[in-house]
């Protein structure tokens, strides 16, 4: 006897809604094992990781600010991955996103500017993104180098730089010495949109990116294009579809997307330049854009979902004194439960006997 | 004689742990598979090798344990990528988050513990050389059964049936299977085989190179092991090469920000990685045919019946 996979004439629309589902079950179930094996009540511990984020309205606009850069940079891999491009350095575009904006920030600090500065740097983060997602696009589809080793050796160049940065020629003079820029003037931040200042406009911006990305995805030849070269490269390439161009365009909006999203939380939350910007976002939204299932709209769930699992996290770290790690052992584990139910949109799982006629 | 003696030393600590691992993961491609996963399940060898190690007070113990907790992540992903048909890059990712995760769990109780490094190996007659001779043949166990993992892997993949069998199904996985190889079993093996050279290369960096336990201190060092194998075109022999480059480049980035050149430490630490962006780009310069990636690397295989 043993299991065999059948790939599905057909997928079935319960399946590709179940299956995102029966992940985020299998996770929670095996993330209350986890907890009860290293000695913690795991309702209680679950509750603290999914619950308590969603207690108060303060809890609330923070999971829209830990959401925003998520959805952000999964919107952008989202039609990379379509397109069998593999970006997976989205956390250094987001590092040099927050580095090309905050040069305007640095340029024009304390020069009684107006409110257009802010606009200035989301457009320079915006291009910084771009142009540093372009770095592996330009080796894969000029010179054929992997973009998958590429991609992600820039993430540590790109933190390497921000801390060079920090502490060398954008440090505060009068900041005592801490490796930090100069807090940013009124002008070169976003505003607060709520009584705590929580909220931001980076949150509608994410909110327009989904619309916009839906609308690419599902309604032009650009989307019909990106679908066509992931799934049949050879019959893209008789249609008359450029896939290397297409892999520059792809990984220059993910790039950009990301950049935005650095540029947006060094201006928005943040308020000026430091050593770590981003506690994984860049990372994250890989396991958001295929907990999404590649859909802007799916995109938007999965990104409140693992922002949940950011402030349940830190949540956890005060209430339970769990590491940090538990977060990241959630967030792997979900992924995995992702691929696997995946498995069962695709294929048919089939138990046959041994030696039977198939 | 002493500052070189003290660098080929660090390069030869340094090139080890990659070497390790490249091996383990040229295996693994050759048999059509693309385990992204290295750093996570090296970090998850580094951690739990530890642990063993402090918990027993035996190295040896620790290693053994380090090659298991390997072996188990790569089970982990063999059961999604051969059993379940799904994404190699992506469960390779999954893989690689999953143990930064795990292995800060797994080192959490043991973070600033410390013990001794290694006990070296002192090879007979060999380490009374002149010269380097104490150097190259007075080193810990794990430096020799790395060269000697490069060898006999060279020989199996060359020389073989069982390497030919490997090959056969790294290029055409279905006309392996046509021929009457087991091809997810054949996998199964080099997957397994992988995840214990990268548990084997991650005790190393916990037991040998520094040696206690940080959260992470793998710091892209699976990653660099990948980008080995690509730069050794899918060669045991020429991963030796490659550890060593690499290894070399990480030690003298280190040694050069000891001297203060003046030049920035964050651009030195930069090094290893945009040497890497560098290698990679300079070998897809060279004529093609030399250094050509098995025909099947990354795709799932589904048997018709």
Redesign the interface.
Known sequence: MR???E?RTQAGMWASLASPILAVVLTLVFGALLFSL?GIPPLAALTVYFLSPLADLWALEELTVKAAPLILIALGLAPCYLSNN?N?GAEGQLVMGAVAGSAVAIATHGQGHGSYIVWLMLAAGVLGGAAYGLIPAV?KAR????E???S???V??AD??L??LV??PWRDPKGFNFPTSVSFGLEARLPGLSETGRLHPGFFLMLLAVALLAFMLARTLKGFEIRLVGEAPRAARFGGFDDKRLTLFVFALSGALAGLAGIIEVAGPIGNLQPTISPGYG?TA??VA?LGRLNPFGILIAGFFLALTFIGGENAQIALRL???????????L??FV??C??LI??RLRVTREGAP? | MMIFEAILLTIITAATPLLLAAIGEVVVERSGVLN?GVE?MMIMGAATGFAVAILTGSSLLGVMAGLFAGMAMSL?FAA?VL?????Q???G?????????????VG?PFVGAKREAMAHLYLPYLSDLPFFGRVIFGQDPLVYIAFALALAVALIIGRTRAGLVLRAVGENHHSAHALGHNVRQVRLLAILFGGACAGLAGAYLSLVYTPFWT?GMTA?RG?IA??IV?FASWRAGRAVIGAYLFGGVSILQLHAQGFGLGV?A??L??LP??T??IV??A???LPRGSSRAPACLGQPF??A?
């Open positions: 299991l065999t996979l790939r290293i593999w997976i080796l010179f054929g180098v992997s998958i080793l590429t992600l050796m820039l540590y160049v390497l730089l801390d060079y502490r060398g990372f890989i396991i295929f590491p940090l790690d538990v977060t990241r052992v959630f967030q792997g584990l992924l995995f691929l696997a995946d498995t695709l294929y198939a | 992204l996570g982990l999604l059993g379940l048909a799904a994404n890059v992506a469960s990712l999954a893989l690689t988050i999953f143990g930064l995760g795990l292995s800060g769990l959490f959260p892209g990653w990948l980008a690509v920035p964050q651009a630490a930069a990685y945009l890497t962006i990679l780009f070998l897809s310069r589904l048997p019946r």
